[in-house]
């Protein structure tokens, strides 16, 4: 099993960090802020065009090269807000972590587009148009920090996967 997804002894201390973080995420007021961190980011995608063909080529980690990192707050803004009969199982993560992609890439699409977390909302591999797009991202962990800070919430910045796996664990 990969180094990715947690060992039994770490299961207690991610189990209360995931409650914290889905309390959270299911607060309207959290969930407000971190809505208007998403359309800071539409609205520079928006400003700034890059081309994207939806080739799901950017959520092949492994093949892709590079990895998502995002925090549990994030993760538990998506996972709670699964549509009804989508769940996500120890299974479908490890499966995600063996192949190198991600667990929510069906059909090469993203299947939880409106609720995906930032990082995925400011990558476009568009190489021809990706200067803003380093500053973007760390505007958006600084204020998702910032965020965190203000609400009391704990700060956890990880990798996708990792996230994800704790969460099925739970
Ligand atoms: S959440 Fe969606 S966009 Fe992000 S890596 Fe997974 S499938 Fe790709």
């Not at 099993?1 to 189990?15: I, K």
């Not at 989508?86 to 609720?115: K, M, N």
């Not at 990706?130 to 990798?159: C, F, K, T």
Request: charged share 25%; net charge negative; proline share 4%.
């Amino acid at each position: 099993m990969s180094d990715l997804l947690p060992r039994a002894e770490q299961q207690d201390d991610t189990r209360s960090l995931v409650d914290a973080w889905l309390r959270a995420a299911n607060t309207h007021e959290v969930a407000a802020e971190i809505e208007a961190i998403y359309q800071i980011v539409a609205d520079q995608v928006a400003a700034h065009q890059p081309v994207c063909v939806s080739s799901g080529r950017c959520c092949h980690f492994r093949d892709h090269g590079h990895l998502l990192y995002t925090t549990g707050l994030e993760a538990a803004y998506a996972v709670s807000r699964l549509r009804p009969g989508r769940s996500l199982s120890p299974e479908s993560v490890a499966g995600a972590v063996d192949r190198g992609d991600c667990p929510f890439l069906v059909r090469e699409q993203c299947s939880i587009h409106t609720i995906k977390p930032s990082g995925c909302r400011v990558y476009f591999c568009d190489q021809e148009n990706e200067g803003w797009q380093q500053a973007l991202s760390e505007r958006v962990v600084d204020q998702l920090r910032r965020l965190h800070e203000r609400r009391a919430i704990p700060y956890r910045y990880a990798e996708w996967r990792a996230l994800l796996a704790w969460f099925a664990a739970s």
